[in-house]
């Protein structure tokens, strides 16, 4: 088995690993997708398009990490379950405030993801690189966050090797629906669009 990647919508995610570990990233788009059980359940902040987990089923050891949890007087936490390995680091812009938000990167058995919330380039990003990283999962509404243009230069900043766009059109969370707005900008080579409901393996 290997790990997956499944877009549900907006800005949430759920991701499998080989070794069967189920976590959803930010539920909140209304779908019928978050019947599989949850070992972790991830929250960059505390918007209603990004913290709905009871939407989510839950095992009864279910873990629930937020902003609150991961982010500890300005310090980034953490955190290991089952191998698999969750750190928060910063994100932020003029809609967000840094000690109210984070991204994540998680750490797979073989594969590594970052997760940036809702976020523009932060001063943050070059230390990325540090980390390796296969997979950079952005935002590119260009409204509350980073437009296409600002997460390419992103992920070349990062050295992500492959860029996912999500939470490209807002009204994606209030009727359903999948759009393509901003999409047109990106370089095919440079990003892999990602429908929803569709799953990819990492």
Request: hydrophobic share 35%; with cysteine.
């Amino acid at each position: 088995m290997k790990n997956k990647l499944t877009f549900l919508g907006h800005a949430s995610i759920k991701i499998e690993s080989a070794t069967g570990t189920v976590i959803y990233i930010d539920p909140a788009f209304p779908c019928d997708n978050y019947q599989q059980e949850a070992d972790i359940i991830l929250v960059t902040h505390h918007h209603g398009d990004h913290d709905l987990v009871d939407l989510v089923t839950k095992k009864e050891d279910c873990v629930i990490l937020d902003n609150k949890v991961m982010l500890i007087d300005g310090v980034y936490q953490e955190k290991e379950f089952a191998g698999i390995k969750v750190k928060a680091v910063p994100a932020y812009n003029k809609n967000h405030k840094k000690e109210e938000n984070v991204g994540y990167i998680i750490f797979l058995q073989d594969t590594s993801i970052y997760i940036a919330g809702d976020t523009s380039k932060t001063d943050e990003m070059e230390s990325f690189t540090q980390y390796d990283l296969d997979y950079a999962v952005l935002p590119i509404d260009g409204y509350y966050n980073m437009g296409p243009l600002e997460a390419k230069e992103c992920v070349e900043l990062i050295k992500a090797k492959t860029f996912i766009p999500i939470h490209n059109d807002p009204r994606s969370i209030k009727d359903g629906k999948e759009y393509d707005t901003n999409f047109d900008v990106l370089e095919k080579e440079n990003a892999l669009i990602v429908h929803h409901g569709e799953t990819i393996e990492l």
